[in-house]
């Protein structure tokens, strides 16, 4: 196995209703060889990311609930090669 760094995404949906899901949705984005070029990533990226990656989300939910983000992160992911 393989480990590499991928972009996580730590969001949670919201109603119509405007309520909270107990569910906690987590997205793998983007995969990285090593930490540090992933960190570099999130750092230089982070305002596109929160603004962009949210809006691809919300595209995927059906009218009238949102995706709210919690968190954006490297995440270690083992792949099998």
Known sequence: MTQVFMLLFNLSIV?????SR???VNVYSKHFETEIEC?????????IIKSRGVDTLQ??????YTVE????SCAMQNVST
């Open 69 to 72: 983000l919690n968190s954006v």
């Open 59 to 64: 595209d995927m939910l059906k009218d009238g």
């Open 15 to 19: 109603t119509p209703e405007g309520i």
């Open 22 to 24: 107990d569910e906690i």
């Open 39 to 47: 960190q570099q990533f999130l750092d230089n990226w982070t305002s």
